[in-house]
């Protein structure tokens, strides 16, 4: 499915932009391949290893240090009666809305853990396992199966269904990677226009697949569409626009050239 949206992608690209990288031309020099080398495999292993250990031990920890404090004080510096009236629970409630066409339910806590995906995708478990207070809100670990709907009761909490955590985990995979990467993106793309683009693409991307596993998931399981259909599949229609206009935009620039120089 990955390497689908990957040549998807290539292709809405090409469509928009493709005039344009006719007029440039992209030359790479090709790496002397060699035999595979245990050693050096063993080396990238271990230099991979320690700079996720060094992430885990600053990007990943401040962040959890940083949900759990918002997660306990109030914007007045008190510490919250509960969850629900602390900082991150007010930072993360308007965005809650936009998840209900992929999760189901509103939940703060999902929206916060997708929103501090953006510093690093790990943080997205990490600020889980901070907002339900370990994972076993989530998991039967009698039977080591996901807590279903009517799981809420046993949980303390909301409980989704298999169809929205996948639906979670989808959106969560095609979203925006971490600011590193959005970084690195800058410095290749070196335009501020295709940069957004770039990313408004991927958020759409990941709406879209979240949007579809979660209402076609639960189609299939209970016969009917999920909570927030309607809504999520307005945004989708809308992504679909801008598409389809950015695309004929496209094609009437390249027409345009076109007839210029024929008349040149």
């Not at 066409?101 to 510093?119: C, H, K, N, R, Y």
């Not at 209402?215 to 992504?239: D, E, K, R, S």
């Amino acid at each position: 499915m990955r390497v689908a949206l990957i040549f998807l992608g290539a292709l809405l690209v090409n469509k928009i932009a493709g005039h344009k990288a006719r007029k440039s031309f992209f030359i790479i020099e090709l790496p002397e391949y060699k035999v595979p080398s245990l050693w050096f495999a063993f080396k990238a292993m271990c230099a991979r290893g320690w700079a996720y250990i060094v992430k885990a031990a600053t990007i990943i920890l401040l962040c959890n240090t940083a949900v759990q404090i918002m997660q306990t004080f109030t914007w007045s510096f008190q510490v919250a009666e509960t969850a629900d009236a602390s900082i991150l629970a007010s930072i993360a409630g308007p965005f809650a809305y936009l998840l209900v066409p992929i999760v189901g339910v509103l939940s703060w806590q999902l929206a916060a853990a997708a929103v501090t995906g953006f510093i690093a995708k790990e943080n997205v478990v990490g600020t889980l396992a901070v907002c339900f207070v370990g994972l076993e809100n989530f998991i039967d670990v009698d039977e080591l199966a996901m807590l279903d709907g009517s799981g809420a009761e046993v949980a303390g909490i909301i409980a989704i269904t298999k169809a929205a955590a996948l639906a979670y985990l989808m959106f969560n995979l095609y979203t925006p990677p971490c600011f590193a990467a959005i970084g690195a993106m800058r410095s290749e793309m070196k335009s501020a226009k295709w940069l957004w683009g770039g990313i408004a693409l991927q958020l759409g991307t990941g709406y879209t697949v979240g949007f579809l596993v979660y209402q076609i998931g639960t189609l299939v399981t209970t016969g009917a569409v999920g909570a927030g259909f309607v809504p999520g599949l307005i945004a989708v229609l809308l992504m679909a626009a801008c598409l389809v206009y950015l695309i004929r935009r496209a094609d009437r620039n390249l027409d345009a050239a076109y007839a210029l120089g024929a008349k040149a």
